[in-house]
């Protein structure tokens, strides 16, 4: 670098001698055009979205979406910690037996001031299923177990409490969003021995 100024200031003060109109910022400007790097990674950027196992659902204000699903083509988690911590907050530990079975994964994108209602309905009135689903930036494609943190996390699951208005086998969670939109991750699932068919019901309020 010392010499690389040293070599600008000499041709400088030389063409100055010439009286040659000199515009030193363009000097420097072709000098630390040229020593840059061509592998430099600040010239990189990634392209981020989600991975070949999280199926896009596409979803608009005022609309519902239903769309048929199994566990053909589910990823297994056996790491739930994520769920549990203080930053994501989904389901407590104490209910990761409901959450062991392979995991079906679902994206959507929640535009600002907009209200979101995920049902699960198991084609099999006995099938005992899991749902959960969280937000987090419009740049971000995390999905379990590589997930640190959410704005919001929300899980549905067999506790045998009586809903008004839901059968007892169906699975629903709500999610807000406020000024900023979000990109929604859904997951279905249950416990070890989960498999069966079910409609998944999307409502963009």
Not at 49 to 78: A, C, L, M
Not at 100 to 129: C, L, Q, W
Not at 138 to 163: G, H, L, M
Request: charged share 15%; glycine share 6%; hydrophobic share 35%.
């Amino acid at each position: 670098m010392k010499k690389s100024l040293a070599l600008v200031v000499t041709s400088f003060l030389m063409l100055t001698a010439c009286d040659t109109p000199v515009n030193l910022a363009k000097v420097l400007e072709g000098t630390n055009s040229s020593s840059s790097g061509s592998g430099s990674s600040s010239s990189v950027t990634a392209t981020k979205t989600w991975p070949s196992t999280v199926k896009k659902i596409d979803v608009k204000t005022k609309q519902t979406v239903s769309v048929q699903g199994n566990f053909d083509n589910s990823v297994e988690v056996s790491d739930l910690s994520w769920a549990s911590s203080s930053s994501m907050a989904c389901f407590p530990a104490t209910q990761n037996s409901k959450f062991r079975g392979y995991h079906a994964f679902y994206s959507v994108e929640m535009p600002a001031r907009t209200e979101m209602v995920i049902r699960v309905i198991p084609k099999d009135s006995s099938a005992n299923m899991s749902l959960y689903a969280y937000q987090i930036g419009t740049t971000r494609f995390d999905i379990p177990p590589q997930v640190a943190s959410a704005v919001s996390c929300e899980a549905s699951f067999q506790d045998n409490v009586a809903r008004v208005g839901q059968p007892g086998f169906h699975r629903v969670v709500t999610l807000n969003s406020t000024t900023n939109p979000y990109n929604v991750l859904i997951g279905v699932t249950g416990p070890a021995d989960v498999d069966g068919e079910y409609t998944l019901e999307i409502e963009l309020k």
